[in-house]
């Protein structure tokens, strides 16, 4: 552990500390009218509809200070907001952080996650509008909302997915859920059940998708550029096959997939072939990729396939011909979610 | 404790659990396009601003669950979001809910919680229109953020109170504090610290005040009816003191309240005198009547002086008269924030 300076959030006080952390945020966006100090943020929105998106972060069930930094910790809890915006086709604009910190914390691990938050929202042009900083009897919880728009006629649902559609997924999957099974290797390191030392060397990619995950606005700028306007979309945070059904249920559909057109990288299949594991498991199930998965009417097949990082991975099916996967040997296996579920034992 | 059925909210898991909650969600508000059920809800706010505020509350923290009702919990978890949107004069319209939870808790427990969120969403007509459910490794929390909207040119700030403007209230101050009292008194005869059994009767008024508060939009509405706009305004969640410390400081001023002015309940000052307190200090400091705290014009004084519920305390000054109250026997003291701050020791 590296010396650092530890000072008391309690010298500070609520309001103290929320001045402390949110003084010199500059707004980005002209939508953006008043921020933090007041009962509650004030936007304008007169041309556009208005997004919102919450989630609710606890230490202990969807992060491990044992081996998540701080600052990537506040990085990722914004990504992930920002992500659900451009899922819905739209731009993120506003976001509201609350924190309850136990005794644990000191205001110098307050400024560490703050500028993990700010940097996800700097390069997505995001700002902080508000929040509440408050205690909490054991451990972190975060929550975070994030506020966006989209033109009426731009917004795009989960329910939009139409027979002979395409699907279609950005960049690759499974990389984070590698990441973390390296990382969890490490704690175990740490914890002193393992001698050897951690070997990171040729798998940084995988840890940098685990921790520092990116939303993938560029796709949506793409789609938009090219004319593309997909039917129906979402980001994969509970992995594909969890996704997949959410928008398959919602849309009144079947789908098939091709275990071959799934994206991976080769740091992905040479952790799992490492681990023992199935890759395509681990793509299909992993989580927290925040890549984009969405569909696309079969017309505009060639102007998806000219664009770098999309992947088309199958279509759309007649709801009674239900979800299935086509594996490299040509069998059907039904699909099922065994995506990430905090609530089930 | 009475028999009740326990269904463990693992034979749901999170996506079942919010369907199960929020199914017979109808929205009322034509802003609210699409609500729970993707990733981001979708509202339209063409003619008016948007405002967004938040609130997270720890169990063990902002509540204790041995003497709070989950619905009751749930009511007032709602309500004091939907005062904050008041507090701007503006108009509740939507809401998000995530709730985080251990295995302590099953769906019957988040169904009286809903059920308590749901009454208070309903008596200010605002949408619940999206959350996340997910789980905790102790206690509960609840993230809340209430999105309203205004008239750009009706959005009251606290920064805009002015010298000789008039400082009022609404409704009276400490009952809510004095349930609190109450409460734990209740506690220590349930953890079996003290003998008698509790004595409820004649203060039912404070323990309503204390578990089921009354967001003021009434007072909002009187107000705009009768022409009169704010220059500053807050709601008394932290305590008079603290709060009118807030408009003071944002609004660069001073004032002067008169002790005698501040508006009182009969069963507040009984319960002051049977424990032994300063009842003015409990009403300057005891926080959670979430009652609105605003300045007016001077030349307003002929209207609100009118008005039901609403009471005039003091006046606005130069910022260097500092803050004071003016005792009933003529003595200046300083104010001093004493409110609730959870980040102090």
Not at 125 to 142: C, M, P, Q
Not at 192 to 206: C, S
Not at 303 to 328: F, N, Q, S
């Amino acid at each position: 552990m590296q010396e650092k300076q530890r000072t008391e959030i309690a010298t500070l006080g609520e309001f103290g500390l929320i001045r402390h952390l949110t003084s010199d945020i500059r707004p980005q966006n002209s939508s953006t009218l008043r921020g933090v100090g007041d009962d509650a943020a004030v936007m304008s929105y007169p041309d556009t509809e208005v997004l919102v998106t919450t989630d609710l972060l606890m230490e202990g069930v969807h992060f491990d200070l044992t081996y998540v930094p701080l600052k990537h910790l506040g990085y990722k809890s914004a990504m992930v907001n920002i992500s659900d915006i451009y899922a819905m086709n739209g731009t993120p604009r506003q976001m509201t952080v609350s924190l309850a910190v136990s005794k644990r914390f000191c205001i110098e691990d307050l400024e560490e996650l703050y500028a993990g938050l700010r940097l996800a929202c700097e390069a997505h042009h995001v700002d902080i509008v508000g929040g509440d900083t408050t205690s909490s009897l054991t451990g972190l919880a975060i929550s975070i909302t994030c506020i966006g728009d989209a033109p009426r006629d731009r917004i795009v649902y989960r329910d939009g997915a139409r027979e002979t559609d395409l699907i279609c997924v950005s960049g690759n999957l499974g990389a984070a859920y590698m990441g973390l099974q390296l990382l969890e290797r490490e704690k175990k390191v740490f914890e002193g059940q393992r001698e050897a030392h951690p070997d990171f060397a040729g798998k940084e990619y995988l840890l940098e998708r685990q921790l520092k995950p990116e939303a993938r606005g560029d796709i949506i700028k793409a789609l938009a550029d090219n004319g593309i306007k997909p039917t129906a979309m979402m980001d994969i945070s509970d992995g594909l096959s969890s996704e997949l059904m959410h928008i398959c249920t919602q849309s009144h559909a079947g789908c098939r997939i091709y275990e071959e057109r799934i994206p991976l990288d080769y740091q992905t299949a040479v952790m799992a072939e490492e681990l023992n594991l199935n890759v395509t498991t681990c793509a299909l199930n992993g989580g927290e990729d925040y890549e984009l998965l969405f569909t696309v009417p079969l017309s505009d097949n060639e102007k998806v396939a000219r664009l770098d990082d999309i992947r088309i991975i199958g279509y759309i099916t007649k709801p009674e011909l239900g979800m299935a996967l086509i594996t490299r040997d040509g069998q059907e296996f039904e699909l099922r979610a065994q995506g990430w579920n905090p609530l089930r034992e």
